[in-house]
């Protein structure tokens, strides 16, 4: 059974840093892509950022140069680094694990082919 759990959310001033952590259990972690994204009210959930097994990172625009996914395979734990928040990244932050296939950078972008969410963890950025 895959477990994600995350952690690391809380609230910060604009401009402060966070970083997120979703431990992985139940399948060979080095085998998955894993991704962030977030939902904000009333809005849909969106991507953020993505790590492919071999360790290729995708960001998307509105965080890149602010925001870093990375993972540790040894500790099956994938993290994102957030730097220079604003009150607009204020969201759920969910990781997501996704499949054994080849998933190109548009691939990894969509919900839809990511197998297991972790529950979700509250990020808030007050002005």
């Known amino acids: 059974q895959v477990q994600l759990l995350e952690s690391g959310g809380g609230w910060v001033q604009a401009g402060g840093s966070l970083r997120l952590s979703c431990a992985a259990s139940?399948?060979?972690?080095?085998?998955?892509?894993m991704a962030w994204f977030r939902q904000a009210p009333g809005k849909e959930r969106e991507f953020v950022a993505a790590?492919?097994?071999?360790?290729?990172?995708y960001h998307e625009d509105f965080v890149k140069g602010r925001f870093t996914i990375s993972r540790d395979n040894a500790k099956t734990t994938v993290y994102l680094q957030m730097n220079s928040l604003k009150p607009e990244d204020t969201a759920v932050y969910y990781c997501?694990?996704?499949?054994?296939?080849?998933?190109?950078?548009?691939?990894?972008?969509?919900?839809?082919?990511?197998?297991?969410w972790g529950q979700g963890t509250q990020v808030t950025v007050s002005s």
């Open positions: 139940g399948r060979i972690f080095s085998n998955y892509p």
């Open positions: 997501a694990q996704g499949p054994s296939y080849y998933c190109d950078r548009l691939c990894l972008r969509r919900t839809n082919v990511y197998d297991y």
């Open positions: 790590i492919s097994q071999s360790g290729s990172t």
